[in-house]
């Protein structure tokens, strides 16, 4: 059987659906943006009417570590932006969320990356500055000693956004 192939927009528009399917079950009323803003997926207002907005990153395989971030998301610190961290476990697994505040994923991968660039290769040779981040679903030498016991409580855990 060959290896089912899924463009990368695809596997971010079934993160965003997926995400949008779930909060509804809940009670939260959901908007997509389908690309339209730059910096959120969905927007959503929680069963209490809360406004908040959501950026969904998503990754298709269930052996990813770390979903790809950009320099940008060091600075958006919003306590109504929140970020949904789908992992779909494709091809033949249940997809897991993890849904974090910004007020966490901005300090996390700033200090990861700052460390990061401290370092060389195993040659020697200093890391060249790129505009992309790492956001880890495990434990991480440059994360909280916690990490992956704060993962845990972000883990399913819609109650977060209410």
């Not at 269930?62 to 970020?83: G, P, Q, R, V």
Request: aromatic share 12%; charged share 25%.
């Amino acid at each position: 059987m060959s290896k089912l192939k899924i463009s990368k927009n695809d596997t971010c528009i079934s993160g965003e659906y997926y995400m949008a399917h779930v909060l509804a079950k809940y009670g939260f009323k959901v908007s997509m943006t389908l690309g339209r803003m730059e910096v959120f997926d969905l927007f959503v207002q929680n069963p209490q009417g809360k406004n908040l907005t959501i950026s969904v990153k998503t990754t298709y395989s269930n052996e990813s570590k770390f979903l790809l971030m950009n320099e940008k998301h060091e600075t958006l610190i919003d306590e109504s932006l929140f970020y949904a961290f789908v992992r779909l476990n494709m091809p033949d697994g249940v997809p897991e969320f993890w849904i974090v505040p910004s007020t966490i994923v901005a300090p996390i991968i700033k200090r990861e990356h700052e460390i990061h660039m401290t370092k060389t290769f195993k040659n020697g040779k200093p890391h060249k500055e790129s505009p992309m981040r790492n956001f880890y679903l495990q434990g991480q030498a440059n994360y909280p000693d916690d990490w992956e016991e704060q993962l845990k409580g972000f883990k399913s855990n819609v109650k977060s956004l209410e």
